[in-house]
T-cell receptor
Framework: NAGVTQTPKFRVLKTGQSMTLLCAQD?????MYWYRQDPGMGLRLIHY???????AKGEVPDGYNVSRLKKQNFLLGLESAAPSQTSVYFC????????????FGPGTRLTVT | GQQLNQSPQSMFIQEGEDVSMNCTSS?????WLWYKQDPGEGPVLLIA?????ELTSNGRLTAQFGITRKDSFLNISASIPSDVGIYFC???????????FGTGTRLKVLA
């Protein structure tokens, strides 16, 4: 049971390039989340999904798109990277029901030059 | 966006000392979570709380869900060097799927 995994772990992009971050979970969780973590800002929600085929905007969605084609995977896309998107990105998942325990992946450190 | 008020921001303590930190919110929460994050790693869930007044332990860690449902506390007893890291709280306001996070307490333990 690997929990939540993220690929890649590190990436450097040039301004204007695109990329996709992959999150996978093997816990059969319905809910999945993408966050970014910046110094002094804490964790901020980018997008989230409450089930396969559904997505919703979080606090800071601009410049990002997501897809949840399979229950176990949640993809975060940057269509045209900007230096302001330099950050550490975390994926998380949680089950449905009253147990609201959210589990995080190891993170992807992205630098946009 | 909304963030939780977490204090203290940082702590330097001697090995063996006890540690206390807390989070407060202007909203009522139905869940409180406490996480620890090591450098370069993802947050790891330590304790989850679901009822006002609930007191839950995980080894040397004890957390409480405040009676008002607007605060939570984490205590670490007899600290050891591996307790070093950033601890942060998270909560879920009633009626949402979204988590609100504290800004973290950076703990350093001096041997």
């Amino acid at each position: 049971n690997a929990g939540v995994t993220q690929t890649p772990k590190f990436r450097v992009l040039k301004t204007g390039q695109s990329m996709t971050l992959l999150c996978a979970q093997d816990m059969n969780h319905e809910y999945m989340y993408w966050y970014r973590q910046d110094p002094g800002m804490g964790l901020r929600l980018i997008h989230y999904s409450v089930g396969e085929g559904t997505t919703a905007k979080g606090e800071v969605p601009d410049g990002y798109n997501v897809s949840r084609l399979k229950k176990q995977n949640f993809l975060l896309g940057l269509e045209s990277a900007a230096p302001s998107q330099t950050s550490v990105y975390f994926c998380a998942s949680r089950p449905t029901g009253t147990r609201n325990e959210q589990y995080f992946g190891p993170g992807t450190r992205l630098t946009v030059t | 966006g909304q963030q939780l008020n977490q204090s203290p921001q940082s702590m330097f303590i001697q090995e063996g000392e006890d540690v206390s930190m807390n989070c407060t919110s202007s909203s009522i929460f139905n869940t409180w979570l406490w996480y620890k994050q090591d450098p370069g790693e993802g947050p790891v869930l330590l304790i989850a709380l679901y009822k006002a007044g609930e007191l839950t332990s995980n080894g040397r860690l004890t957390a409480q869900f405040g009676i008002t449902r607007k605060d939570s506390f984490l205590n670490i007893s007899a600290s050891i060097p591996s307790d070093v890291g950033i601890y942060f709280c998270a909560g879920i306001p009633s009626g949402t799927y979204k988590y609100i996070f504290g800004t973290g307490t950076r703990l350093k333990v001096l041997a």
